[in-house]
């Protein structure tokens, strides 16, 4: 199973930050399976940021729940990120990762990796 992020490098103070997962050599539907965003800050920990479910069901860190919306597109396999109202603090490399767990910052914890997609938030 492979995975692979793609949406845009720069994005501008208080616009909507989108992130697409593209996964291949697998089904997001598996069951069991759930789909992660996990980002890391400059010179910081790995930060979980949430979750789909095989099933369609979601889940959010709290901290960023309120600027958060995980979706996905079973037809294409792929599943997106959506992080708004962002600012210069959300600048990271954001990851999608999969594994038959979530909510962990630990990368054991994944089965699944995307290399990683860096996003910084700039005017």
């Known amino acids: 199973v492979q995975l692979q992020e793609s949406g845009p490098g720069l994005v501008k103070p208080s616009q909507t930050l989108s992130l697409t997962c593209t996964v291949s050599g697998g089904s997001i539907t598996t069951n069991y399976y759930y789909w992660s965003w996990i980002r890391q800050p400059p010179g910081k920990e790995l930060e979980w940021m949430g979750a789909?479910?095989?099933?369609?069901?979601?889940a959010y860190s709290p901290s960023l729940k309120s600027r958060t919306s995980i979706s996905r597109d079973t037809s294409k396999n792929q599943f997106i990120l959506q992080l708004s109202s962002v600012t210069p603090e959300d600048t990271a490399v954001y990851y999608c990762?999969?594994?038959?767990?979530?909510?962990?910052?630990?990368?054991?914890?994944?089965?699944?990796w995307g290399q990683g997609t860096q996003v910084t938030v700039s005017s």
């Open positions: 990762a999969g594994g038959r767990s979530y909510g962990s910052r630990r990368a054991d914890e994944y089965d699944y």
């Open positions: 789909i479910a095989y099933s369609g069901s979601t």
